[in-house]
């Protein structure tokens, strides 16, 4: 079954404590990138990547960090997290960039995370 | 500055009816539009999209509206069933970018 996998599901953690949340794709998908969902505010991307080694800040990178050595994997980093992080993040990804499709991305289930 | 916007964060519309969400956007260089939905506890999944070269794209009961002009879209579930409860987000892009701009969402509730 194609999918977009995110683990974990659920996270509380504490100020400062690094965590990591992975994703992984099963589809071999060029494009992956991360969103996190607030109240009134959608969607909104942290980082992408285009490719393994490729990766680029989106509009609220501050605070995460990326890496993309294999196709199909691509973390979410948290060095230290704050309570601002406090959110609901997806991961996506799509065939290829640069045509219509590679704007129908496919999302994982979500991870809520809450940093007290 | 919210380039996509959806200004209604909510509507209810009955079983069989029509339901219109709307969705307006600021960045005249947009040329690709999508709609996703999004159950709870679930990721959002792709709906519906259209390019900026057409005006109207129909797939089933899901139908989507460009109008480039007035910089708004909008898409059109006719009839609406109860499963169409959920969070509709619409999203925009265009060709020398690679990311998809969402709006805030509009939840709709299909009631019997």
């Known amino acids: 079954e194609a999918q977009v996998t995110q683990n974990p599901r659920y996270l509380i953690t504490v100020t400062g404590k690094k965590l990591t949340v992975t994703c992984s794709q099963n589809m071999n998908h060029e494009y992956m990138s991360w969103y996190r969902q607030d109240p009134g505010l959608g969607l909104r991307q942290i980082y992408y990547s285009m490719n393994v080694e490729v990766t680029d800040k989106g509009d609220v990178p501050e605070g995460y960090k990326v890496s993309r050595k294999e196709k199909r994997n691509f973390p979410l980093i948290l060095e230290s997290p704050s309570p601002n992080q406090t959110s609901l993040y997806f991961c996506?990804?799509?065939?290829?960039?640069?045509?219509?499709?590679?704007?129908?991305?496919?999302f994982g289930p979500g991870t809520r995370l809450t940093v007290t | 500055d919210q380039q996509v916007k959806q200004n209604s964060p909510s509507l209810s519309v009955q079983e069989g009816r029509i339901s219109i969400l709307n969705c307006d956007y600021t960045?005249?260089?947009?040329?690709?539009f999508l709609w996703y939905k999004k159950y709870p506890a679930e990721g959002p999944t792709f709906l519906i999209s259209i390019s900026s070269i057409k005006d109207k794209n129909e797939d089933g009961r899901f139908t989507v509206f460009l109008n480039k002009s007035a910089k708004h879209l909008s898409l059109h579930i006719v009839p609406s069933q109860p499963g169409d409860s959920a969070v509709y987000f619409c999203a925009a892009s265009s060709y020398n970018t690679d990311k998809l701009i969402f709006g805030t969402g509009t939840r709709l509730q299909v009631f019997p």
């Open positions: 960045n005249s260089m947009f040329d690709y």
């Open positions: 996506a990804s799509s065939l290829s960039t640069g045509t219509a499709s590679s704007y129908e991305q496919y």
